[in-house]
């Protein structure tokens, strides 16, 4: 089944206690993406990547960090949490060939 | 002003009817136009993308293209208690890499 996988779906942890997001993809999509969803705010982009080792920023990078190291792989790493970034995350995939994003179950961040 | 907008709703329709929902964006240059449905701490579900002016139709969903008059509209036949949800306009607004914009959603609710 293709599909984006997203672990964990819940995390509640404290300021400062660095955490890994992990995303991934079986569609063989060079695209991937992190989003960020707050209410009232919508979705907004926070890294993007175009490929292996292709990473940039999207519109909300700060205190982020991304990698690209696999093609189906695209953790987000926060190296310092703090409460502003409790917030609900997606990744999203797509192939260049077509510019549909398929996005994962999202993850439930909740920082303390 | 906002680069995707939609009206917050909630819009509120009778099981049967037409429910109508519309996005206006600010990119003249814009390529392809989304519609993603999102149930209550769900991801976001592609329901229908549309790249051309005119209509668009797929079951009970029609998508509507103006790009003269920036805007694109969501059209749902039929509607049904299952369809509430808020309803996302995603925008792609640069050729050559693919950047989603999103509007921060209507909220549909099908009354039985």
């Known amino acids: 089944e293709a599909q984006v996988t997203q672990n964990p779906r819940y995390l509640i942890t404290v300021t400062g206690k660095k955490l890994t997001v992990t995303c991934s993809q079986n569609m063989n999509h060079e695209y991937m993406s992190w989003y960020r969803q707050d209410p009232g705010l919508g979705l907004r982009q926070i890294y993007y990547s175009m490929n292996v080792e292709v990473t940039d920023k999207g519109d909300v990078p700060e205190g982020y960090k991304v990698s690209r190291k696999e093609k189906r792989n695209f953790p987000l790493i926060l190296e310092s949490p703090s409460p502003n970034q409790t917030s609900l995350y997606f990744c999203?995939?797509?192939?260049?060939?077509?510019?549909?994003?398929?996005f994962g179950p999202g993850t439930r961040l909740t920082v303390l | 002003q906002k680069e995707v907008e939609q009206n917050s709703g909630p819009l509120s329709v009778p099981e049967g009817a037409i429910a109508s929902l519309n996005c206006t964006y600010s990119d003249r240059g814009s390529q392809s136009f989304f519609w993603y449905r999102q149930y209550s701490g769900k991801s976001p579900e592609l329901i229908m993308f549309?790249?051309?002016?005119g209509d668009k139709e797929d079951g009970r969903f029609t998508a509507q293209l103006n790009k003269a008059s920036q805007y694109v509209s969501l059209l749902i036949r039929d509607s049904q208690p299952s369809d509430s949800a808020t309803y996302l306009c995603?925008?792609?607004?640069?050729?050559?890499?693919?950047?989603?914009?999103f509007g921060t959603g209507t909220r549909l609710l099908v009354s039985p």
């Open positions: 549309i790249y051309s002016n």
């Open positions: 995603a925008v792609n607004m640069r050729t050559g890499f693919q950047k989603l914009v």
């Open positions: 999203a995939s797509s192939s260049i060939a077509t510019d549909t994003q398929y």
